[in-house]
């Protein structure tokens, strides 16, 4: 048995998670957007279009979109105005809420969370306890993942690696090749490119920058205009 029918015909055929019979949900395009199968709804003002598909227990809801080739699936959720896109992927228990965007070919899974006016997109993955959220953007072949953090106006980007307790912020840029992980810092207006690498209580801010093959570990700290540990 079916748990819905199109809007046109009537809401929810039976009792399922939170949903009862009867209700009516958000707008689908076609019966293949929303599986029929265990929890999954998508209810209130959000959309999902195109070739889309929303599955498993997962939910959108409030003014979310999901569209084109984009899956949501397994316990994820989607909600406020956020948008997933291209051939996004949000999965886990993952939650895109607030003005975020995941677009491309973009996965977002595990217990991550992306929100405020973020864009996580490219080829890029946010797994783990992962954080992204402020104005910042991921993009390109990036992984952030661990419990790290990227928020504020940071942009990672490239094939760089954000984990650990790490954290990116302010308006801070990582890019290429670049590793930062453990409990490491980059902030203010730093620069990290190449093949660096920023690690353990590594901080990196104001107007610095690392690339090439420079590390900065331990305790280390580069700051203002310099291109050098203090």
């Not at 265990?38 to 997962?58: I, L, T, Y």
């Not at 992984?143 to 790290?148: A, E, L, N, P, R």
């Not at 990116?168 to 490119?193: E, R, T």
Request: charged fraction near 20%; charge should be negative; include cysteine.
């Amino acid at each position: 048995m079916n748990k819905y029918k199109m809007v046109k015909e009537s809401g929810t055929l039976k009792d399922f998670g939170d949903v009862k019979a009867g209700d009516k949900g958000g707008l689908i395009e076609r019966e293949s957007n929303l599986s029929q199968e265990d929890d999954c709804w998508v209810s209130n003002n959000a959309k999902v279009s195109g070739n889309a598909k929303v599955s498993g227990n997962a939910a959108v809801y409030d003014n979310a979109a999901v569209y084109d080739n984009a899956e949501v699936s397994g316990n994820a959720k989607g909600y406020d105005n956020a948008l997933v896109y291209g051939n996004a992927r949000v999965c886990g228990t993952a939650v895109v809420y607030d003005n975020a965007v995941v677009s491309g070919n973009a996965k977002v899974f595990d217990n991550s969370k992306v929100s405020g006016d973020s864009r996580v997109s490219g080829d890029a993955w946010v797994y783990d306890n992962a954080k992204v959220y402020g104005d910042s953007r991921v993009y390109g072949y990036t992984q952030v993942f661990g419990d790290s953090r990227v928020f504020g106006n940071a942009q990672v980007s490239g094939d760089a690696w954000v984990y650990g307790d790490s954290r990116v912020f302010g308006n801070a840029q990582v890019s290429g090749d670049d590793l930062v992980s453990g409990d490491a810092l980059v902030s203010g207006d730093a620069l990290v490119s190449g093949d660096a690498w920023v690690s353990e209580n590594a901080v990196v801010s104001g107007n610095a920058k690392v690339s090439g093959n420079a590390q900065v570990y331990d305790n280390a700290k580069v700051s203002g205009n310099s291109g050098q540990p203090d």
